[in-house]
């Protein structure tokens, strides 16, 4: 059977039958999401608009599309991934109840124009997804024929949407989403984090490289070799392990800034959730065997010297404390004692490469500081449960009155609570009531949970919508 | 038993621990009248699906309201529209703590109630009880109904119990809601000495 062109056309014609079939059916799923009210905010229908548009007019445009580039639409209908993380945004999957309040708190960070979505992934893990509607626009812009502009204009919006997920099996578990903050880090911190440390590799990787080179020259195993080889295997060897302390250090620093922005916005409730999600892990890891990220260890003790002012007053015994809030501190200071031992960097030097990456990172510790800083100029200073004491500890009596948290003082003298101080005052009630019941998990901690998260929302509708109230009542 | 007037709600709203009302977030004083708290619409909701349930009742395999019905989030600046006929549970945007000397019945608001809409059937919410008041909305009226979450929807109308009754919050079904709550009947010991 003669097929010409080596069965070229045949397979032509069959991909493109198929990809016009897969882009319809990719349209009508991601249009059934899209049509889909089951969501706690807007984010994810606008997500699934945009997959829906970009599957509609890749089958309109079929037709244009030489033959030699059906492969890169039939790469850009991968996108259907995307609809994964639209689904599982759904109600039933996600602490809605904080979705809303949520938004707005870190809007205040990113700004007014950025959307997010919380979706949860089935790792045991936090993370997220930055850049989505730039990496299609940078995609489709490659497609010549593709009707660019039309697309924007259907799809609307986007360039500010970020899809930060949490572990799936602690959707309720509101007190260890103050991880949130962390992923907030990476969205506002870490581009400035890679330019920065760009800069300073410049300055560092020739001197790195040839310390590196001394070691290797040094290696006994290369002494059987002649000089020539010996110097050529040294400098490919060194060229490597220079890349992989660049690699090691920046994502050391990647993740130390957004750690310290979590700490930052959330306090010792962001020390409190990391140190709860690592207890499960290897504290000490090389980052070299752990996807370069930094030991917890590591992590926990640079959040607990942002924590500093809360753990030394308790501490050094300075000032008076709220006895409502002394078990949490108790709690956070044994954390500290568990970073005083050094066994994290004593793994960190016992390999030439991690050596040399954090000691890149130490000197680069005071400017990450700055930066962060300066990416959130109204929290200068960590949340401190110490200074906030007062109302913490009235907090913690709404919960053990099992009264959500939203706000203290006495009708109408009231003043809702922000997030970060529910947040703060959950995580101390808790360590309270465990200090007194070592079961009280057990069969407390799910009404502590709907408790927070009805704070949560009920202080995001006072703080939404009470002024606008007061407003409408005053014109009447 | 005597009806609560504003002074004495005020009061107690504002009293000490043991006998204070707690309705919160109470946004505006105007929700407060002479006899009674307006309470606003959460954005949570139940509704029915009724495809695939046949009857609903306290025995066997339909007694799990969950089967016949599902829950329903609205963001705050939405509409959620009842249909003529349609009934849904609702609750307050607010979170009562009532103190044990102290029952509430839960109304309508007339306003409401004129264009169809009843929010609560089984009204009485007990001395002791914390949480979030299921409202059962039903339109009798003729036309949709839309209704936004924070909306003022029904009223609070106390009443002394006296003697204070002990508050043993144990067993109760419906403590600590924060937001509708699916029918607990199902666990109703007494309805199975009726059942064949």
């Known amino acids: 059977m003669c097929q010409g062109n080596d069965g070229k056309e045949w397979q032509q014609n069959t991909l493109r039958r198929e990809l016009l079939r897969q882009a319809s059916g990719l349209a009508v799923t991601a249009r059934k999401l899209e049509e889909n009210q089951d969501y706690p905010n807007k984010s994810p229908q606008s997500l699934a608009r945009l997959v829906r548009v970009t599957a509609e007019l890749l089958a309109k445009t079929l037709e244009d599309t030489p033959d030699g580039r059906l492969k890169h639409v039939a790469t850009l209908l991968c996108c259907d991934e995307f609809l994964r993380i639209v689904e599982h945004s759904r109600v039933s999957l996600t602490p809605w109840s904080m979705i809303q309040a949520t938004e707005v708190f870190l809007r205040k960070y990113v700004g007014d124009d950025a959307y997010f979505i919380i979706s949860p992934e089935w790792n045991y893990n936090y993370g997220v997804r930055t850049g989505v509607f730039a990496a299609f626009e940078k995609a489709l812009s490659g497609l010549e024929w593709f009707p660019l502009d039309e697309w924007r204009k259907e799809v609307g919006w986007g360039e500010k949407l970020f899809c930060i997920s949490f572990p799936r099996i602690e959707k309720l578990n509101v007190l260890l989403h103050a991880n949130l903050g ?3 880090g990476h969205i506002i911190t870490q581009r400035k984090v890679e330019v920065s440390f760009e800069k300073m590799w410049l300055e560092k990787e020739a001197e790195i490289k040839e310390r590196l080179k001394n070691l290797i020259r040094g290696d006994a195993s290369f002494e059987a070799m002649g000089d020539l080889l010996k110097e050529t295997v040294a400098e490919i060897k060194a060229s490597d392990d220079t890349e992989k302390v660049r690699q090691v ?3 050391a620093l990647i993740e130390t800034t957004a750690d310290k922005v979590g700490v930052r916005v959330f306090g010792p409730a962001a020390l409190a959730s990391m140190a709860e999600i690592c207890t499960r892990w290897h504290v000490d890891i090389n980052p070299i065997g752990n996807g370069n990220y930094p030991p917890w260890r590591y992590r926990l003790r640079i959040l607990a010297q942002e924590c500093s002012r809360d753990l030394d007053a308790i501490s050094q015994n300075e000032q008076r404390i709220h006895a409502d809030i002394v078990p949490f501190l108790e709690w956070l200071l044994k954390i500290r004692e568990f970073t005083s031992s050094a066994t994290d960097m004593k793994e960190i030097q016992s390999n030439p490469i991690s050596a040399e990456a954090y000691k890149l990172v130490n000197q680069a510790l005071d400017d990450m500081n700055e930066l962060v800083t300066s990416s959130i100029p109204d ?8 200074e906030n004491q007062e109302e913490i500890s009235e ?3 709404r919960l053990e009155d099992q009264v959500p948290p939203n706000e203290s003082g006495i009708w109408p003298d009231i003043k809702p609570a922000s997030l970060e101080t529910i947040l703060n005052a959950c995580w101390a009630y808790k360590l309270k009531e465990i200090s007194q019941d070592k079961s009280w998990c057990e069969k407390n901690i799910e009404r502590l949970f709907r408790l927070c998260l009805k704070a949560i929302e009920s202080s995001y509708v006072s703080t939404t919508f009470g002024p606008k109230l007061i407003e409408a009542y005053l014109q009447d | 038993m005597s009806t609560l007037t504003k002074k004495e709600i005020l009061e107690r709203l504002k009293s000490e621990a043991k006998t204070r009302l707690i309705v919160t977030p109470l946004l505006h004083g ?18 029915f699906k ?38 849904a549970l609702g609750a307050t945007l607010e979170y009562l703590s009532m103190p044990c000397d102290l029952e509430c019945q839960v109304e309508g608001r007339s306003s409401w109630a004129r264009v169809g809409l009843q929010v609560a059937t089984a009204s009485s919410v007990e001395p002791g009880f914390k949480g979030c008041v299921t409202l059962e909305l039903s339109n009798v009226g003729t036309l949709p109904l839309k209704l936004y ?12 119990a006296h003697p204070p009754i002990t508050c043993s919050l144990d067993g109760r079904k419906y403590h600590l809601s924060i937001g509708p709550k699916f029918s607990s009947i199902h666990t109703d010991k007494d309805s199975k000495v009726f059942l064949k």
Request: charged fraction near 20%.
């Open chain 2, 50 to 87: 009724m495809h695939n349930l046949e009857t609903f009742g306290p025995d066997g395999k339909n007694s799990n309201p969950r089967l016949g019905q599902e829950r329903q989030v609205f963001q705050y600046g939405e509409h959620f529209i009842l249909h003529p006929g349609m009934l």
């Open chain 1, 182 to 184: 962390h992923e907030l």
């Open chain 1, 249 to 251: 250090a920046l994502q």
């Open chain 1, 395 to 397: 907090l913690i009596g």
């Open chain 2, 149 to 160: 979450p924070g909306l003022r929807i029904a009223q609070l109308v106390f009443r002394t």
């Open chain 2, 30 to 47: 105007k929700q407060v009248g002479d006899a009674s708290i307006d309470v606003r619409l959460g954005n949570q909701f139940i509704l």
């Open chain 1, 379 to 386: 929290e200068k200073k960590t949340f401190s449960l110490v």
